[in-house]
T-cell receptor, first 114, second 115 residues
Framework: GENVEQHPSTLSVQEGDSAVIKCTYS??????FPWYKQELGKGPQLIID?????GEKKDQRIAVTLNKTAKHFSLHITETQPEDSAVYFC?????????????FGSGTKLNVKP | KAGVTQTPRYLIKTRGQQVTLSCSPI?????VSWYQQTPGQGLQFLFE???????NKGNFPGRFSGRQFSNSRSEMNVSTLELGDSALYLC??????????????FGPGTRLTVL
């Protein structure tokens, strides 16, 4: 089955700096890659996603890039703010017709220091 | 539109008891998935329901079961609770369409503590 690895497990940056979180996947059939932000005491919140027919997607301060050949994708957060502090999860999904199966990375705890 | 809701939010049980958790998906979403989240194992897939049928199941013992009702609401049951079942149980819903991969939206979770 699919295996998703996520690095780093913890990341500490100064407010205003950029943060990059990387994930690799093993199954070339994966075609949908969402990123989730989980704050303390809450469920994961979908913040951005990318499909396999796209190489890059941006939404304000966050962007995701996908390299299908190398089987890796990354989350980029620019101009980080203290409210960006949370645990971030990547996932890879194999979609067959109308059914998805999601495989999650182990999470990255991001700490943005004011 | 209201998000995914889960009840109860917190639950304390003792070993050997059973528990039922409830999930109401986003209106119009017919797929409901359940996950177990623990600090050591991360997010692990339990099962997925669509139109009252379990379509996919993760690698959990038979003590973990679920069902889905005609209004897409879902319940998850854990019988003969063990200490290791202490976790955050997350429900996620998806709008099933015909364009392949579908976004999955999570609820706030139910924090289960087994004493």
């Amino acid at each position: 089955g699919e295996n998703v690895e996520q690095h780093p497990s913890t990341l500490s940056v100064q407010e205003g700096d950029s943060a990059v979180i990387k994930c690799t996947y093993s199954d070339s059939a994966s075609n949908y890659f969402p990123w989730y932000k989980q704050e303390l005491g809450k469920g994961p919140q979908l913040i951005i996603d990318i499909r396999s027919n796209v190489g890059e997607k941006k939404d304000q301060r966050i962007a995701v890039t996908l390299n299908k050949t190398a089987k890796h994708f990354s989350l980029h957060i620019t101009e980080t703010q203290p409210e960006d502090s949370a645990v971030y999860f990547c996932a890879a999904s194999i979609a067959v017709y109308n059914f998805n199966k999601f495989y999650f990375g182990s999470g990255t705890k991001l700490n943005v220091k004011p | 539109k209201a998000g995914v809701t889960q009840t109860p939010r917190y639950l304390i049980k003792t070993r050997g008891q059973q528990v039922t958790l409830s999930c109401s998906p986003i209106s119009g979403h017919r797929s409901v998935s359940w996950y177990q989240q623990t600090p050591g194992q991360g997010l692990q897939f339990l099962f997925e329901y669509f139109s009252e049928t379990q379509r996919n199941k993760g690698n959990f013992p038979g003590r973990f079961s679920g069902r889905q009702f005609s209004n897409s609401r879902s319940e998850m049951n854990v019988s003969t609770l063990e200490l290791g079942d202490s976790a955050l149980y997350l429900c996620a819903s998806s709008l099933i369409g015909d364009r392949g991969a579908n976004e999955q939206f999570f609820g706030p979770g139910t924090r289960l503590t087994v004493l």
